[in-house]
């Protein structure tokens, strides 16, 4: 993607989601192909897609935006549970990340989004949305082949979500592994979106703040 014709297939896309028709799952031909399947810098998306253009869709209809929030979420975490990646649950997890990126100053500058992120579900089990969504950040930042290069080190087990792997050398660990221009921007997108995540005072006026 990131011809014309697909900034206007987006630029319907969302205005769909701003009519008055409850969309309950993202899962038509057009969201579940552009996930899948586009390869757009996270710098044409937010060029191409204003947060004005987010902030009219949470306005005109609430419902679709959640709606748009939690699939990006949902994909996240159901990549993460994988221990092997195909070419489609890394396009999945980065485009994701890319909408969130745009989605979340727009989530951060109201109370009942921040609320609904943060709540904690009946079920005891289930963790608030944004403390899973953090959970997951972490763990995709030393993820091998994604964030870090891959390893057939024996001393490396063959979890995905290795601790022992760094980014550079340091204390303890002196040695890292390889880095290149694909992995820098994978951890550069991941960075971006949990400083959003940690930066919820910002976005309240003084008398708004909430602490979940």
Known sequence: MGNTSSDHNIKDALEELSDCRKIKTLEDAFWTSYFQSSTMPVEQLLEMVSLDDIRQIKSKNR????????HCMTQIFKSCKNSFWSQRHLLTVNNSVK????????????K?????LWETKNDACLQPHAHCLLQNICELLFRQGYTVAQTTDAVYPPDPFNTQIIWKPGLVVTEATESNTFLDENRKLLLCLLLLLLSQELYLTRDGYIFP
């Open 63 to 70: 419902s679709n935006f959640v709606t748009l929030c939690l």
């Open 99 to 110: 909408w969130l990126i745009r989605l979340f100053p727009a989530v951060l500058e109201d």
């Open 112 to 116: 009942e989004m921040i609320n609904y």
